[in-house]
């Protein structure tokens, strides 16, 4: 294999990507991920990836339901 | 101490009052919300309705255990999540069985091999997966890992609101996490670049 599949990068995708990584662990990710294209790209990858799976999901509600859960409500209107 | 002073009796009862207005509008405003994550937590639009109204009911019922201040849009979540085990959704399929599963790069790779490694720098490659081959994969996780994948993924929590409204570990959220973007990955990759 010409790279290598960067075996820490990947490791530190997950706490990178939800922003949940100990700065020293971010810092290691980004200078890694400055030198290294393979990885870079698939971040990026990654990143467009968790955008597209939340916009699949970007459903209203249906028409009908929010007067139901109003009508739940204690004190109505 | 006698009787409670009438006037302070009335004020005390209208504060209440004015606070249990105030959490129903609060908790209806993230209503939208509540349903998105329904949505992906069950299979049908009618089970996510009859959630989200199960949970609206019982969240009004308890509105008095809610701390005001407090992450609101997670404490109704955590409400639906324990109404949906209530349910008494199907016995988890035994995930660790599953032989095949594929890093965490799997599906990006494979994209690289269909269209290039440049290709990886388009946000548009992602878009050749269809938006239902995603329901399907998502559908088709464990429960599991599929409540995990859609508190984080769709619900954006963190780690910590996540672990609280499933009453379970941090380290469990990220494990199920990791392994349920795997196994998403896994799937799409099957599903759509056949």
């Keep these: ?77 | 101490m006698g009787e409670p002073d009438p006037e302070i009796e009335a004020r005390r009862i209208a504060s209440v009052a004015r606070d249990r207005v105030r959490f129903e509008e609060e908790a209806l405003a993230l209503a939208d919300q509540v349903y998105r994550v329904a949505r992906r937590l069950v299979r049908t639009r009618e089970e996510a309705e009859d959630l989200v109204q199960e949970t609206y009911a019982r969240a009004f019922r308890s509105w008095r255990s809610y701390t005001h201040g407090t992450n609101l849009r997670a404490w109704l979540l955590r409400i639906l999540t324990n109404l949906n085990l209530d349910r008494g959704r199907k016995v988890q399929r035994t995930p660790d069985i599953q032989p095949l599963e594929e890093g965490d790069y799997y599906l990006a790779n494979r994209m690289a091999e269909s269209q290039g490694e440049q290709a990886l720098d388009q946000d548009m490659v992602v878009e050749r997966l269809s938006q239902d081959s995603i329901v399907t994969a998502l559908s088709s996780l464990p429960d599991n890992f599929r409540d995990v994948v859609v508190l984080v993924d769709i619900g954006d929590f963190g780690y910590a609101d996540a672990a609280q409204i499933l009453d379970i570990p941090i380290g469990t959220v990220m494990s199920r996490l990791h392994r349920g973007r795997r196994l998403l990955k896994q799937q799409l990759a099957e599903e759509a670049l056949r």
Excluded: N, W
Aim: proline fraction near 4%.
């Design chain 1, 1 to 77: 294999m010409s790279h290598g599949p960067c075996d820490k990068c990947e490791e530190l995708l997950q706490g990178y990507l939800d922003r949940e990584i100990a700065e020293t662990e971010r810092a290691q990710a980004e200078s890694h991920l400055d030198g290294c294209e393979y990885c870079r790209r698939r971040y990026r990858f990654e990143v467009s990836l968790r955008r597209y799976v939340r916009t699949t999901s970007e459903e209203r509600m249906p028409p009908g339901l929010m007067e139901r859960l109003t009508q739940l409500r204690s004190v109505e209107g």
